[in-house]
């Protein structure tokens, strides 16, 4: 019983052709984040929903767009990837009437970059 | 949100304590110290949090200093299972309030 899930596990993509990343929830839950991890680093935040209010980080390239039609989905645009794109891209849900305020997150798209 | 230190990695043995710490001097009064790990290739998982006093759950124990300076994350008898990448977050706690990962520490539970 999957809660975060994000598809495609893998994706390989060209240098300069757009590519989406999806994730669904099935918890319901207001807030959806969108986090970048290149190999061994952290993640990095890139932007977050709250319910339809979107929030971008400050130094997050304008490459990097975002899509919400509803509570259940989020989808990542990567508009010209280029190699430097390359990574983990994890997706992260949280309620607001957890009373532990934790995130709840996806097992990730590995994303290649060609 | 406090900047947070930990060591870059731990070695620990297996069925032992492991203690893992994190440094954040310039918390304020209102953050939280949350833990997350990470095992490779998976997304992190949450572990524990709390604001002043120790916490303990089924999976570890938090311990929190008086001056709220450090705390110390221990997993009471490691598996090699808990080999990880374990993240010290320090935030307020509001809905929508970001998490910040810093680097972490590379935890290895060895045979």
């Known amino acids: 019983d999957a809660m975060v899930i994000q598809n495609p596990r893998y994706q390989v993509t060209q240098f300069g052709k757009p590519v989406t990343l999806s994730c669904s929830q099935t918890l319901n839950h207001n807030v959806m984040y969108w986090y970048q991890q290149k190999s061994s680093q952290a993640p990095k935040l890139l932007f977050h929903y709250y319910d339809k209010d979107f929030n971008n980080e400050a130094d997050t390239p304008d490459n990097f767009q975002s899509r919400r039609p509803n509570t259940s989905f989020c989808f990542l645009d990567i508009r010209s990837p280029g190699l430097g794109d390359a990574a983990m891209y994890l997706c992260?849900?949280?309620?607001?009437?957890?009373?532990?305020?934790?995130?709840?997150f996806g097992s990730g798209t590995q994303l290649s970059v060609l | 949100d406090a900047k947070t230190t930990q060591p870059t990695s731990m070695d620990c043995a297996e069925g032992r304590a492991a203690n893992l710490p994190c440094n954040h001097s310039?918390?304020?009064?209102?953050?939280?110290v949350y833990w997350y790990r990470q095992i490779h290739s998976q997304g992190p998982q949450y572990i524990i949090h709390g604001l002043k006093n120790n916490e303990t759950n089924e999976m570890a124990s938090l311990i929190i200093t008086e001056d709220r300076k450090s705390s110390t994350l221990i997993l009471p008898h490691a598996t090699l299972r808990d080999t990880a990448v374990y993240y010290c977050?320090?935030?307020?706690?509001?809905?929508?309030?970001?998490?910040?990962f810093g680097t972490g520490t590379s935890l290895t539970v060895i045979p």
């Open positions: 310039t918390i304020s009064g209102n953050e939280y």
């Open positions: 992260a849900t949280q309620s607001p009437y957890d009373a532990n305020e934790k995130l709840f």
């Open positions: 977050i320090v935030r307020v706690a509001t809905t929508g309030n970001q998490f910040y």
